[in-house]
């Protein structure tokens, strides 16, 4: 388990060029006040244990439990919700929890990734059952007093989650209903107290919340995988499990549109992360360009890496609007914010795989180093760069987010 350390023990870290080059015109001085909360607690609480996080084993090093708890002791979990359930009642709460997020990326992909579970996919699906719902099961989500998961993906159905694909199935009972099937690759189920699950009833989708102690609810061996090794993974095994009416999440066939509405807030979750932490590659790039000396002068000198540079600022730049932009339009009321969703998503987490690479080849052998060997410092972007690639894979890929931008365009008439 991570053991939280002093903060006196992080790095100050490099220059964050944002702060100067960012011009912030859209956000509300309300999230602007978030990003300063957040990155406050992602630079005492996250920072000193985002190296051990990142390069730890799934199996042997586990949940960040500490982490977790730390970020509910600052209330961080409070920003997506209402003052009903225990939240911070803010006026733009999407925007406040996409900042939320690159804030924690900056720092820790797979920190952001369980704040991104915990608050937008199992916080959100909760936030939109009935009022008895959301004050037995969102209210002690907020305060953190349980870990939240959220089950769509299977073996056979990731991506494409119509009826026919999903095989998790809800069968009416006495009572009540009984859910049999697998979820693959959920977040936090080895420590979720609560798991959202969508299933199929009949024809159509619903979701169901299931405790995770339920009898007939086991959890898989943890996956090992290329980064984000503090978000752990593992199949979630529905075997005979038994559940009252009032598990039923809002209405019988309503769980497609909770589960869709719910990874497109989430893209805007990811997209966030993604420009997180391509800013944090930048960041360390630029430091390192301006005081690595080579061929008689500082590689910022170099006019190869100032017109790469001068490319990635503005890509970061438009990244950050995008996911701003989609953000703002769902607080406007809009639940399914396109194209501007399925553009910062894929553009976001793009950008960051494309950093990343970018800050491994200027930094040579060290950005390819997470330990060196003559002083065990850690390398600076490594971990970035495995991280940075799920980002295009997970909560729609990449080229889902390509298709929906073309629906857009073209119609569905044309597009299907």
């Known amino acids: 388990m991570t053991t939280l350390e002093d903060p006196k023990t992080a790095t100050a870290g490099p220059e964050r060029i944002a702060d100067r080059l960012h011009h912030d015109l859209l956000a509300p ?43 509910a ?14 939240g911070d009642g803010l006026a733009h709460p999407a925007l406040a929890t996409a900042v939320a997020v690159e804030e924690l990326a900056y720092y820790s992909n ?27 099961w969102l209210k002690p989500l907020v305060a953190g007093e349980f870990v939240g998961a959220f089950a ?23 009572g009540g209903w009984v859910l049999n099937g697998r979820k693959r690759w959920i977040t936090n189920s080895v420590v979720a107290g609560v798991i959202v699950v969508l299933a199929r009833t009949g024809e159509r989708l619903s979701t169901f919340v299931v405790p995770a102690s339920a009898a007939g609810v086991s959890i898989g061996t943890p996956d090992r995988k290329l980064g984000n090794k503090g978000q752990i993974t593992a199949d979630v095994i ?19 549109k909770v589960a869709l509405q719910t990874l497109t807030y989430g893209r805007i979750g990811i997209a966030a992360a993604g420009v997180g932490m391509a800013q944090a590659a930048f960041d360390h790039t630029a430091a390192h360009l301006a005081r ?84 065990d410092a850690a390398g600076p972007v490594e971990a970035i760069y495995r991280d940075s690639k799920i980002g295009e894979i997970y909560e729609g890929a990449n080229e889902v987010q390509k298709w929906v931008i073309a629906r857009q365009i073209f119609g569905r008439d044309l597009t299907g």
Not at 75 to 84: E, H, K, M, Q, T
Not at 242 to 256: A, N, Q
Request: net charge negative; glycine share 10%.
């Open 110 to 136: 797979s920190v952001a990734a369980i704040f991104d579970v915990q608050c937008i996919l199992a916080g959100n699906a909760l936030n939109q059952g009935s009022a008895e719902q959301r004050q037995r």
């Open 29 to 71: 001085e309300e999230t602007r006040e978030v990003r300063r909360r957040v990155r406050d607690v992602a630079q005492r609480v996250v920072a000193p244990v985002a190296a051990h996080i990142a390069n730890g084993d799934e199996r042997t090093d586990g949940f960040p439990r500490e982490v977790f708890d730390a970020l």
């Open 152 to 174: 769509t993906s299977e073996p056979a159905a990731s991506s494409d989650l119509s009826p026919q694909a999903v095989a998790t199935v809800a069968t009416p009972a006495a």
């Open 292 to 375: 690595r000396h080579a061929f008689g002068g500082p590689l910022a000198g170099k006019q190869h890496w100032q017109f790469l540079m001068a490319d990635r600022l503005t890509a970061l730049t438009a990244a950050r609007d995008l996911y701003v932009k989609a953000a703002l339009r769902m607080d406007s009321g809009v639940p399914f914010p396109e194209p501007e969703a399925a553009m910062a998503k894929d553009f976001g987490t793009r950008l960051s795989v494309d950093m990343a690479r970018d800050a491994v080849q200027a930094f040579g052998g060290l950005g390819f180093t997470y330990q060196r060997g003559a002083d």
């Open 238 to 256: 529905l075997d005979d499990v038994r559940l009252g009416p009032e598990h039923l999440l809002g209405e019988e066939g309503g769980g497609l």
């Open 73 to 86: 002791a600052e209330g961080l979990y409070r920003i997506p919700f209402s003052r009903d359930v225990g």
